[in-house]
């Protein structure tokens, strides 16, 4: 059983940072490809960025690629994204999402979900 718990989504304005975490609760959290998903209203859920197992690979997405950074420290069992020069329509619910197998940059691995955290970016 995994569960996931995101934080740090918030108010902020264009061009502003910031940073989400994501805590999990999982037996080896090491064994697990971890990513950040994104929803706005009445679109699809996009994969944002993934990181792998030992954190030495990450995948962006091209919208953010060069704006945003995903991290990982696994003795904390957490996954970090850094979020920088923000914009209006990135604002959305970010998930957090882990994966046990399959490549770690595809969306379709991931099985595990946390709620969300929600990223307003005004303009």
């Known amino acids: 059983q995994v569960q996931l718990v995101e934080s740090g989504g918030g108010l902020v304005q264009a061009g502003d940072s910031l940073r989400l975490s994501c805590a999990a609760s999982?037996?080896?959290?090491?064994?697990?490809?971890m990513a950040w998903f994104r929803q706005a209203p009445g679109k699809k859920r996009d994969i944002v960025a993934a990181?792998?197992?030992?954190?030495?690979?990450?995948y962006y997405a091209d919208f953010v690629r060069g704006r945003f950074t995903m991290s990982r420290d696994n003795s904390k069992n957490t996954v970090y994204l850094q979020m920088n020069s923000l914009k209006p329509e990135e604002t959305a619910v970010y998930y957090c999402?882990?994966?046990?197998?399959?490549?770690?940059?595809?969306?379709?691995?991931?099985?595990?979900w946390g709620r969300g955290t929600q990223v307003t970016v005004s303009s």
């Open positions: 999402a882990a994966a046990r197998f399959g490549s770690y940059s595809s969306p379709h691995a991931y099985s595990y």
């Open positions: 999982v037996r080896t959290f090491s064994n697990y490809a």
């Open positions: 990181v792998n197992w030992s954190g030495d690979s990450t």
